[in-house]
Nanobody, 124 residues
Framework: VQLQASGGGLVQTGGSLRLSCAAS????????MGWLRQAPGKEREFVAA??????STYYTDSVKGRFTISRDNAKMYLQMNSLKPEDTAVYYC????????????????????WGQGTQVTVSS
């Protein structure tokens, strides 16, 4: 599976961005997906996960109430509102060839496939 993330950019504090992730295989709709991010000098961290059906979502505490993960038959999305400078990072979309309790994805490197990442920069 090849993943292509897009939608990153430069935005001021309090602004919004919408990230998209397209997969090369239609079968991605059968698997759990998620977003992770990596800030300069830091380890990659979990941001949000969504079940294969789209009916369940899970977020890291720092983005709850500000970010919304969603998906349709073609893509996965991350709507990011009320952005903060600490949200600055390269954002990666990922796929897991399986279906798990979504909290499973919050720790460790749980995904099987990763996109190339899209840069999000929030200026203060």
């Amino acid at each position: 599976v090849q993943l292509q993330a897009s939608g990153g950019g430069l935005v001021q504090t309090g602004g919004s961005l919408r990230l998209s992730c397209a997969a090369s295989e239609r079968t991605f709709s059968s698997y759990d997906m998620g977003w992770l991010r990596q800030a300069p000098g830091k380890e990659r961290e979990f941001v949000a996960a969504i079940s294969w059906s789209g009916s369940s979502t899970y977020y890291t505490d720092s983005v709850k109430g500000r970010f919304t993960i969603s998906r349709d038959n073609a893509k996965m999305y991350l709507q990011m509102n009320s952005l903060k400078p600490e949200d600055t990072a390269v954002y990666y979309c990922a796929v897991k060839r399986g279906r798990y309790r979504l909290s499973y994805y919050a720790t460790g490197d749980r995904y099987d496939y990763w996109g190339q990442g899209t840069q999000v920069t929030v200026s203060s």
